[in-house]
């Protein structure tokens, strides 16, 4: 475990620096489309792992717990992006919510595929090219959010159509929103 560990403490932190310039709360139009990312980290056990900061949620799922689970192929589904509707009005924003403990991000893919954090991508057997760019992902201060922080996305400039968003993370959180003119 020596490897993912050292390499998962990398990831937290990224987390860590990113938080010190946590984006400001979005607007609170009442039009957005709202999206939360979620988990349920157990502060003690990730905090043990990855570093004080890892978690700041108030989660059940150990550190080894959630590393079995996606040794076994299922990663825990309470790491995810949740989100009342999958669709949006194009020209309305995606605000974006991270009520859990741990860092993410609400990044679009073209196609869901390996994150930046070669860790985790080991321990789901995921190999390949990230399936975004890792710096500009984690440099997208309106989706890399860390605990407790929000962004808002605007749509105004996507098609029509599907988009895929992936945490760069954890890349078993994923969602699709479809994109409408109206
Ligand atoms: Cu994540």
Redesign the pocket.
């Known amino acids: 475990m020596k490897r993912p560990l050292t390499a998962l403490a990398g990831a937290a932190l990224v987390a860590a620096s990113l938080s010190v310039s946590a984006p400001a709360t979005a607007s609170g139009v009442s039009s957005d489309d709202r999206i939360q990312?979620q988990?349920d980290c157990e502060q003690v056990s990730f905090e043990a792992a990855l570093g004080g900061g890892a978690c700041g949620g108030d989660g059940d799922t150990t550190f080894s717990e959630l590393v079995s689970s996606l040794l076994a192929g299922r990663p825990d589904g309470k790491?995810r992006m949740h989100s009342d509707d999958t669709h949006v009005r194009r020209g309305h924003g995606l605000h974006i919510t991270n009520t859990?403990g741990?860092?993410?991000?609400f990044t679009e893919v073209s196609s869901f595929g390996p994150?930046c954090v070669s860790a985790i991508n080991d321990l789901m057997g995921l190999s390949g090219a990230p399936a975004a760019d890792c710096g500009a992902a984690f440099g997208d201060a309106r989706t890399a959010l860390p605990a407790g922080g929000s962004g808002t996305l605007p749509t105004a400039g996507m098609s029509v159509g599907t988009h895929l968003f992936e945490?760069?993370?954890?890349p078993w959180?994923t969602a699709r929103i479809d994109v409408r003119r109206r």
Do not use: L
């Open positions: 990312m988990d790491w859990g741990e860092f993410h991000t994150g945490c760069m993370v954890h959180m």
